[in-house]
């Protein structure tokens, strides 16, 4: 019997109460296995560890995770302390310290759901993003001079290196060679980045002929976002760069649904480190601490742990009791039109589990 050791760290907002939700439905579908369990260790970091210590989590915490076999995240973000400091002092930190360089979002519009795509006759969406995790845009380099004067002026500098982009690309030519329609759309803005983005579509043209099988397009990433509400089915596996693909998954997210149901996982492929699975949403204070929280983001982000630890079967098992609730409006959380509780989401999915023992 494998036992997987995984850490929780549920952070902030909703986060805390998603978390132990998820937590609570993977010890539910390990008690009808025979041949996997799970050891959980729970590390209170965020919001809270923050007022208390000065920074979102220890100087060692990356090495109280680095032996985990996953790490299933749930938010960082509070209302009294500035997002750059929530986001670098926990999250991001984890990916960099964890070189969780790609950021893979799938969409698909689940049973039930009635997002606005479905509304326009398309149901057959199926995408994934492949987002570059590590650098581009939000690699951190730039500064800010003469503040408070008149010729104050600030950069934000988009810094994409030759290596980061081959491993992001191949990954993501890889995962399309993997899914059945073999089907890879790049996107860029080469026409009006001249540098970082035209070495982005060289990589490219050389890492697709590795992969022959797989078709491969360019889009625009304005064109894209007009290309996902229109013509849905012609996308499948999307690869972008870190702020790009931030903006398109959301808009994927909204598409299909609800924010409160997409996840997301941090992946290092070469597998050096643990990977982190999050729901998108995130701290979500308006609803914070009253059980409204829809589980479901949390829920789908441990199947794609599951999926990466290698318990395909298993992730498949919680996909489909995931979608026995989202199939049914009376287990619907507020964000999607109902009254159900987190408290119910969660039983009902613990109950099929156990029903399918
Ligand atoms: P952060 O600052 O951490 O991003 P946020 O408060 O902006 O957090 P979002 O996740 O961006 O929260 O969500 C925006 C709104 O969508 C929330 O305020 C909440 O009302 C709703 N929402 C988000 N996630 C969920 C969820 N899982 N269940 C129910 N409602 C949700
Ligand atoms: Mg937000």
Known sequence: MKTYNIATVPGDGIGKEVVPAAQQVLEALAASSSTFGFEFERFDWGGDYYREHGVMMPEDGLNALRGKDAILFGSA????????????????????????????????????IDGPLKRCGA???????????????????????????????????????RAGVERIMRFAFKLAQSRPR????????????????????????????????????????????ARMINSPASLDTIVATNLHADILSDLAAALAGSLGIAPTANIDPERRYPSMFEPIHGSA???????LANPVGAFWSAALMLEHLGES???AQLMKAV???TANPGLHTGDLGGTAKTADVTAAVCQFLAGAK
């Open 323 to 325: 979608e026995s609730v």
């Open 182 to 225: 073999k089907l890879l759309t790049v996107i860029t803005k080469s026409n009006a980045q001249r540098h970082a983005m035209v070495m982005w579509d060289e990589i490219a043209v050389q890492v697709s002929r590795e992969f022959p099988d797989v078709t491969w397009d360019k889009e625009l990433v304005d064109a894209s976002t």
């Open 123 to 161: 149901d057959d969406l199926n995408w994934v993003i492949v987002r570059e995790n590590s650098e581009g845009e939000y690699s951190g380099v730039g500064g800010r001079v003469h503040q408070g004067h008149p010729i104050e002026a600030a950069t934000d500098l988009s810094m994409m290196t």
């Open 285 to 291: 204070f308006d609803i914070m601490g009253k059980g």
């Open 77 to 112: 973000g509070d209302p009294d302390i500035p997002d750059h400091i929530t986001l670098w002092g926990l999250r991001l930190k984890i990916c960099q310290g964890f070189d969780q360089y790609a950021n893979v979002r799938p969409t698909r519009i689940l049973p039930g």
């Open 313 to 315: 079967e298993a992730a």
